[in-house]
Structures are given as C-alpha cells and as structure tokens.
C-alpha cells in the first residue's frame, strides 16, 4: 500500500483520522430533471461505488456528499458545503472521488468553483468507472475563468456604453420612472410631490415623523405588495409601509438633485444626470437643518464631561446608572383649536437607577433615584479637591514611607526559606548514600516539604507586601502630580464654562468656538477621575459614598457627601 505523506502545515482535524492514509471526500448526484427520474436511484449505487473503491485503494473515506441537481449549477447545497469541508480540513495530496466527471462538473460554473482546490490546495480528483483528468478540469477552469471575466468586462463596457448614450442603468430612484420608448428617465408626477415635501416642506421634522405621517397619509410605498424572489425571506411581501431608514435613505441620497450614480462591482463608480426633484441649494440646506438636528436627544451624552457616569452605582440595587437628556412636555394650540403636546430635551441630562428604570421587575429598587448630572459632578470634584488641597499632596511627598522594616521581614523569611531547602537537599542526599533508612527519609522528607511550602507561602507575601509599599511610595508621588493637573484644569474647565453662561446664555455660535477647549479640559479632568476614584455609591437615602483610589490613606478612602436632591 502507498504511502502519501501531508505536506501541509494544517493541524489535523481529527486525531482518529489516521495520518499515514489518502484522506478521501466523496461525491455523489442525481439529476432533478423529471426525464432523468429512474436516474435517482442510482445514488445508492454511487455510493457504494465511492467506498469499495476506496476499500481497494487503502484510501480512508472521511465523508460522502450528495446533490440533487443539474450538472451545471455551482449552487448544490452539498457541493458548496464540500468545498468548505475540503478547504477547513483535507491536505495537500488528499483526493475527491466521484462515480465519473460528469457528476461534479458541467459548466463554466462548476469548474470555477474546484479550480482552487485543484491548484492552489493541490487536491486531486479520481473516478470509480472512468479516469477523470485533473489537467482537463484544470484545462476546463482556467477557460471557464476567462470566460467568466469576459462576462464581466462585455457588461462592464455595456453599463459604459449605455451610460455614456444617456440611457439608465438600473431600477429608476423614488420620484422618477423610466420611458421604455425613449430608454430615459423623467419626473414621476406623483411621487415627486411627495419627495419633494420631505425635502423642502418638511425639513424641520425628523425621519420617524415623516416616516409616520406618509403612512398615517396612505401615500404608497414603491416596494409595498411586492414579494421578494431571493434570499432567506423569499417568498415572503413587503408591507410595513414607510420606515425611518427609508425616508433617511431618501432625504441624504444626492440623486434628489440631479447626480445619479451606479457603482460597478470591483469598486469603480460611473455618475450620470438625473432629473432632478430639488435643486441644490434646497437640497444642502435641508442637510444643514438635518446636521444641527442629529443627535439632538443625545446630545448631552455626546459631550465631554469630567466625571464618567458609570462611576455611579446605586446603593440599593448594585447596578449602575444611565445617563439621558432631561425632557418636558409642551402643549400648542393649533389654529384649527386642536391641542398637541411635544416632547422636547434639554441639554441638562439626568443619571436614572437602572434598577429602577430597566429591570424593575427583578430589582428591589423602588424608591425614584433622578439625580441631575451637572450638579452631581459638581460637588464630587468639589470634595475631592477639598480632600487633595496642595498642602496636603505636599505633606505625602514631604513624608517618605519607611520601609526598612519590611526589606527586613522579606529578607528575613528569603533566607529562613532557602535554609530549610538546603537541608531537604542534604537529606535526599544521605537517603541515596544509604545512611538514612527510607521509612525515616520519607517521614522527614515530608515534614521538611510542609515547611517549605509554608515558609514559601510566608516569603511570597512579604515579597509583596514590600513592593506594594515601594509601589505606593511611586504612588504618592503620582497622586501629587495628579492632584495639581486636576486643579488647574477644573479651573480652566469652570472658567470657560461661566464665561459662556454670561456671554451667550441662549445658545450662540460662541459655544463652539470654545467647544475644543472646553473639551480637551473635560478630556484631562475624566482621565485623572478616573485614577482618582473608583466608584461612587449613591444610597437610598441620597447620600454619595465616594471609594477615593488613594493608598496610604485609610482614614479618606471612604468618605461620605450628602448632596441635596
């Protein structure tokens, strides 16, 4: 029997599988035409085929793949699932047998598909009633490639030629239809009334507004009723009506005013003019009015603030809290006498339990816990500047840390450690000469070994007992360090802020001329909280318990605020 060594590099799959054999896939299908019936029977006889072969020739048989299909389509659920397989786990040399060629190739398609394996995964194909060539199906592929890219190159210059003649290329976009006679695309009087009202009429609204009032209106969606051919909803028909994504879709696309586009696959994009359903000033100025409304309700969140909210946990439940935008409600009297009331947010956010506002129904947290964020951070970074005053940072690096007495204890308990290893090495040693009986070596060698262990125990920890102090005397240092950065940007940050708030207390342009500086002074404050404080507990009561990160400071590390609802 031969011998066939894997020369690949891929870790084995499967340890039973035996490394010394010819791994082997198998193969097998049928026709679904209705002429070739009498043909399905066959698959037992293919099969059976498959492994005597396989008996005869040492071969090992790791799997039998069966199709029912036509010989030319590369889709076969089995025959895509076999070249997975073949590619996750086969080896350079291993083999697919078939029952004769006609089984896993006829076409362009199918030859493209395995020219891969063939060549570069070094594969190689056998039959059971005739010899199938591995250089024909090679031969076969590297045509059926050609082929396949001088598809793709004639509808490439054929999407150029059309484009260039001013026809269309594809599915016309909402708000126009396509003239089969004249083969161009004009202005669909009754859709172009409504794009051109979510462009123009309604630009102040939002996406989910719009979205609601066409279908509210019974305005027709173009793909509403139709059934979809391909893909896992196949079958399946479109009636949700008007969705958000659509209408964004719609509103930011710049074939509204007149630039199509057409990508072709291999990333090159041809433009061509569209008629157009806004004109282009209209068109940028309802995506400014779309820039300064984005993100409005999370605009607060999005802005730079010195203290993170999920620092804050809640007392009663253990979870954190969550941070949005405070809202309040507004009733307008319409002219018609009708009464609507908006919800609208500020930019003042509000941290709510999670406990309370997510997970009631798990969650002993019933007690309402809104706590305004702004005045929260506010007297954290209070307090905590209050606690690192500069003389008080100036004390701890004034005052070295003694650490003589630990260097001592570690020492101490290093050499008491290695003492007792030493006498376990003699020991072993007179047990070999023979001197010590082996029940007294085994007693006193096990004795020896439990106070090793102990004293081994006892020597790690006051290794680290000693570098925990020298590095909390790196520490103190860092903490000084921190402490000075972190007053003068709250500072720095708290200056700008009061500036703003009495130059332009309505909002002005002025904000984001300062939004950089602003930020990058929220920026360093958040990342020296950060290191500063580990967590902050807010009780039922309302009091904050804030856990200070400090080493050497037991009597602060824990200290209470009580803030005011």
């Not at 039959?127 to 199906?137: A, D, H, M, Q, Y």
């Not at 409600?329 to 339990?353: D, I, N």
């Not at 954290?380 to 606690?387: I, P």
């Amino acid at each position: 029997m031969a011998h066939y060594p894997s020369r690949s590099k891929k870790p084995q799959p499967n340890p039973d599988w035996p490394a010394d054999k010819r791994w082997v896939v198998g193969y097998t299908r049928v026709s679904d035409n209705p002429q070739a019936e009498p043909d399905r029977a066959s698959l037992g006889d293919q099969d059976q085929g498959i492994r005597k072969r396989c008996r005869d020739k040492g071969y090992f048989l790791i799997r039998v793949f069966s199709d029912v299909g036509r010989r030319w389509d590369a889709t076969r659920p089995d025959f895509q699932e076999m070249i997975r397989f073949i590619k996750e786990n086969l080896r350079v040399s291993d083999m697919i047998m078939v029952w004769c060629a006609d089984r896993i190739v006829g076409s362009a398609s199918t030859c493209a598909a395995l020219e891969p394996l063939l060549d570069q995964g070094g594969i190689d194909i056998e039959g059971v009633v005739e010899e199938v060539s591995k250089r024909w199906l090679l031969l076969n592929a590297i045509i059926a490639k050609g082929e396949t890219e001088a598809k793709r190159e004639r509808g490439r210059i054929g999407i150029h030629t059309a484009v260039s003649r001013g026809h269309f290329v594809g599915t016309a976009p909402y708000g126009r239809r396509l003239n089969k006679e004249k083969q161009q695309v004009e202005l669909d009087p009754e859709e172009v009334l409504w794009y051109r009202r979510m462009l123009v009429d309604w630009k102040d609204w939002g996406d989910d507004k719009v979205s609601r009032y066409l279908n509210r209106m019974g305005v027709p969606q173009r793909m509403s009723g139709t059934k979809i051919k391909n893909g896992p909803r196949k079958g399946q028909i479109l009636g949700k009506g008007w969705t958000r994504s659509h209408v964004r879709d719609l509103r930011t696309n710049e074939h509204a005013y007149g630039k199509g586009t057409f990508k072709i696959r291999g990333g090159e994009v041809l433009e061509f003019p569209l008629p157009a359903v806004v004109t282009k000033s209209e068109f940028d100025e309802a995506q400014k009015l779309r820039a300064k409304r984005i993100h409005f309700g999370s605009r607060s969140i999005n802005r730079v603030y010195p203290i993170r909210h999920n620092k804050f946990k809640c007392g009663g439940c253990g979870l954190g809290f969550r941070m949005f935008s405070k809202g309040l409600f507004v009733k307008r009297t319409l002219a018609s006498g009708e009464v609507r009331a908006y919800r609208r947010r500020s930019l003042s956010p509000l941290l709510t339990c999670r406990g309370m506002y997510e997970y009631p129904h798990t969650y002993d947290c019933r007690q309402p816990k809104h706590l305004d964020y702004e005045i929260q951070q506010g007297r954290v970074l209070e307090n905590l500047l209050e606690v690192l005053t500069p003389e008080f940072c100036q004390k701890m690096v004034s005052e070295p840390v003694d650490n003589s007495a630990l260097e001592l204890r570690a020492g101490n308990a290093i050499a008491s450690r290695d003492e007792t290893k030493r006498e376990l090495a003699w020991l072993v040693t007179q047990a070999r000469k023979g001197i010590i009986p082996n029940d007294i070596f085994e007693q006193q060698a096990f004795a020896l070994k439990e106070e090793m262990a102990a004293k081994e125990r006892y020597a790690q920890q006051a290794e680290a007992e000693l570098e925990n102090a020298r590095n909390n005397q790196t520490r103190t240092e860092q903490i000084a360090y921190s402490a000075t950065v972190l007053r003068e940007n709250v500072r720095v940050h708290s200056s700008i802020l009061n500036y703003l708030h009495l130059a332009c207390p309505q909002g002005s342009p002025l904000i984001e001329a300062y939004r950089q500086k602003l930020d990058e002074a929220a920026e360093t404050v958040r990342d020296t909280v950060d290191d500063l404080i580990d967590s902050i507990i807010v009780m039922p009561d309302r009091k904050l318990i804030i856990n200070y990160n400090f080493p050497l400071i037991d009597d602060i590390r824990s200290r209470q605020l009580t803030i005011a609802s």
